[in-house]
């Protein structure tokens, strides 16, 4: 039992590397999809997370399959799509959720005609689907790097985070941190999204950002307590996904992400705080 967790890591210098980018990006994007789910912007984590297509489709068409041009051309439009929605929110009539569901699905179709003018189906499958078996030095470095700034500033914006998601109203009357520490947090959501593409792809970057959260409020009722639950569900999933991976010959990426999916339901099932079972036992009399 013990030689099938840890020999596929021992034997392989490709499983070590796609252990090492998975723990990074399970260390940084959970504690970003929790802010996320409390500011009760899960939705535009998703929609963020399809317009990185059509920049990093751009940055293929014109660099081939660049680390570099595929990465900074994910941020561009994942800022650019969040910047948009929010303006395009403030300035007419069309509420923030539905702008953003139109530059989603613009997005996704845009980003699969690109690539689909010069790559196969196979260079497509890569841009949505991620291959974190492949990942190389360049590419560890930029997960990193882009774990390390994120926790570095998720740690300094952290009480003006939590407050702006509790009472937003509040924190513009005494402060003028609440712009700042918006704009600061959309850029470091777009930046993990880039990471978790470089490994899991497009389309599957944000459930490693956003189920963990999800199942982490059955279990926490603080912010620092989600942050902890979502990490720790985030790296099993990983570990898990990536040996159900070797030694069943599946894809890689939905295998971490429903492996993430399976906690989240089993969260949903037993979590202490609000689980339908817990829900379903009897209580004491007079107990809320």
């Not at 991976?245 to 339901?265: D, K, Q, R, W």
């Amino acid at each position: 039992m013990i030689d099938a967790l840890v020999s596929p890591f021992i034997e392989f210098s490709f499983m070590r590397r796609a252990l090492v980018g998975c723990m990074a990006i399970s260390l940084t994007a959970p504690p970003i999809g929790v802010f996320l789910v409390l500011r009760r912007m899960s939705l535009m984590g998703d929609a963020m997370g399809h317009a990185l297509l059509p920049g990093a489709a751009i940055g293929y068409l014109l660099a081939g399959l660049s680390l570099f041009a595929m990465s900074l051309g994910a941020f561009a439009a994942g800022l650019a799509v969040a910047l948009a929605a929010g303006l395009v929110a403030r300035s007419t009539i069309i509420k923030e959720d539905a702008s953003l569901a139109g530059f989603y699905l613009v997005s996704l179709a845009l980003g699969v005609l690109l690539v689909s003018v010069k790559g196969s189906n196979v260079d497509l499958l890569h841009v949505l689907f991620g291959t974190v078996l492949a990942l190389d030095d360049p590419a560890l470095l930029l997960i990193a790097t882009i774990a390390t700034v994120s926790l570095v500033t998720l740690a300094v914006i952290y009480r003006p985070l939590v407050l702006e998601c509790f009472d937003a109203q509040f924190l513009r009357s005494v402060s003028r941190m609440s712009w700042p520490t918006h704009l600061t947090f959309l850029v470091l959501v777009v930046l993990n999204l880039v990471a978790g593409f470089q490994a899991l792809g497009t389309l599957m970057a944000v459930g490693i950002m956003l189920l963990p959260a999800v199942a982490a409020r059955f279990w926490a009722k603080d912010v620092a307590g989600m942050v902890a639950v979502a990490v720790a569900s985030a790296v099993l999933s990983s570990l898990a996904g990536l040996l159900i991976s070797y030694h069943f010959n599946v894809p890689t990426g939905p295998a971490v992400i429903l492996a993430c999916g399976v906690f989240y339901f089993l969260s949903m099932l037993v979590g202490i705080r609000g689980g339908v079972l817990w829900g379903l036992m009897p209580r004491k009399h007079l107990e809320a």
